[in-house]
């Protein structure tokens, strides 16, 4: 199957539209949006290098914007922003993937395939942005994307309830949690996990079901240390 986006007219007016941007070099916008399956020119080398854009994008806006924020706050806040799960999410409202070039793919039935493509798309059109503007067009374009997200905070880079877990049972002289990971029975395109946390100071196993292991090792963590704050 091939999508219903089958040349570069079509999504040249859906960049206008989104990004208020034209491209001089129309090979590359084809490229931004061609999977490997419809093309060998395909998003993957434009991918890889919008991801370093962002991340330099993003990092030195935080850099700017927080002059009081240490290196582990923004570092933590960079890497928030720039995941996958949060570009992804930024693709989807942008419906990128519905431009996507390519042959065979179960892109609409397949949730996770879906969610990997549209950051994939992103980071790609990103890499697009650059090669074919610059650095200062480019850095506009991604302000604007990230507009909600920079919104100023009080406080920014906070610790996840992994690391945090980690670093209690480290200032009690404990061993580090453990997580066992369970594939429970499910589609391969809406996977299930049922992640099992165990620390030394609590004699209960925790456990959390979700669609990925990284999801339910922050739930697990999390249950443990509000239990944990709550025996205090």
Same mark, same amino acid.
């Given at each position: 199957?091939?999508?219903?986006?089958?040349?570069?007219?079509?999504?040249?007016?859906?960049?206008?539209?989104?990004?208020?941007?034209?491209?001089?070099?129309?090979?590359?916008?084809?490229?931004?949006?061609?999977?490997?399956?419809?093309?060998?020119?395909?998003?993957?080398?434009?991918?890889?290098?919008?991801?370093?854009?962002?991340?330099?994008?993003?990092?030195?806006?935080?850099?700017?914007?927080?002059? %009081?924020?240490?290196? $582990? !706050?923004?570092?933590?806040? &960079?890497?928030?922003?720039?995941?996958?799960? @949060? #570009?992804? =999410?930024?693709?989807?409202?942008?419906?990128?993937?519905?431009?996507?070039?390519?042959?065979?793919?179960?892109?609409?039935?397949?949730?996770?395939?879906?969610?990997?493509?549209?950051?994939?798309?992103?980071?790609?059109?990103?890499?697009?942005?650059?090669?074919?503007?610059?650095?200062?067009?480019?850095?506009?374009?991604?302000?604007?994307?990230?507009?909600?997200?920079?919104?100023? %905070?009080?406080?920014? $880079? !906070?610790?996840?309830?992994? &690391?945090?877990?980690?670093?209690?049972?480290? @200032? #009690?002289? =404990?061993?580090?949690?453990?997580?066992?990971?369970?594939?429970?029975?499910?589609?391969?395109?809406?996977?299930?996990?049922?992640?099992?946390?165990?620390?030394?100071?609590?004699?209960?196993?925790?456990?959390?079901?979700?669609?990925?292991?990284?999801?339910?090792?922050?739930?697990?963590?999390?249950?443990?240390?509000?239990?944990?704050?709550?025996?205090?």
């Amino acid at each position: 199957m091939i999508n219903k986006i089958k040349d570069v007219n079509s999504a040249k007016l859906k960049v206008k539209k989104l990004f208020n941007y034209t491209f001089k070099n129309e090979t590359l916008l084809l490229e931004a949006f061609s999977h490997k399956s419809f093309s060998k020119k395909n998003y993957e080398r434009l991918e890889f290098l919008g991801d370093a854009v962002i991340r330099v994008v993003i990092s030195n806006l935080l850099f700017k914007k927080y002059p %009081k924020s240490n290196e $582990g !706050e923004l570092s933590r806040e &960079t890497q928030i922003l720039v995941s996958k799960k @949060s #570009i992804a =999410k930024l693709s989807n409202e942008y419906k990128l993937v519905d431009a996507l070039l390519y042959k065979n793919l179960k892109i609409k039935s397949n949730t996770s395939l879906r969610t990997s493509i549209s950051a994939n798309l992103m980071e790609s059109l990103i890499g697009a942005f650059f090669v074919d503007a610059g650095y200062i067009k480019t850095e506009i374009i991604i302000k604007n994307i990230y507009k909600d997200l920079l919104k100023k %905070k009080n406080k920014i $880079g !906070e610790k996840d309830s992994k &690391t945090k877990l980690q670093e209690y049972m480290q @200032s #009690i002289n =404990k061993p580090l949690p453990t997580y066992e990971t369970k594939r429970l029975p499910s589609p391969p395109h809406k996977p299930k996990f049922e992640i099992i946390c165990k620390i030394d100071v609590e004699p209960k196993l925790a456990s959390h079901i979700c669609s990925t292991v990284q999801e339910g090792q922050q739930k697990t963590s999390k249950f443990l240390l509000n239990k944990i704050k709550n025996e205090k």
